[in-house]
C-alpha cells in the first residue's frame, strides 16, 4: 500500500515500504497532527450516557451509572 498525503499549511507524508500496520499508525498519526489545519476533521466518538435504574415496586430512580 502506498500512503501520500499533503496539508494545506505545507506538510508532507509519503511512505510505501514497511509493515501495514505502521504505515497506519504513521498516517493516523500525521492526520491527528493537522486537525486545525483543516486536513480532516475530527473522527465522531460515541458520548457515554449516563443512565440509572429504574425500581418498578418502588416506583423510584435508583443509582445512576
Known sequence: MHIDMQCSCGAAFQIENGPESLKMLYAERFAASHF???????????????TSSYNITTGKREKEY
Open 36 to 50: 486545525g489545519c483543516g486536513f480532516m476533521t475530527q473522527v465522531a466518538r460515541d458520548v457515554n450516557d449516563s
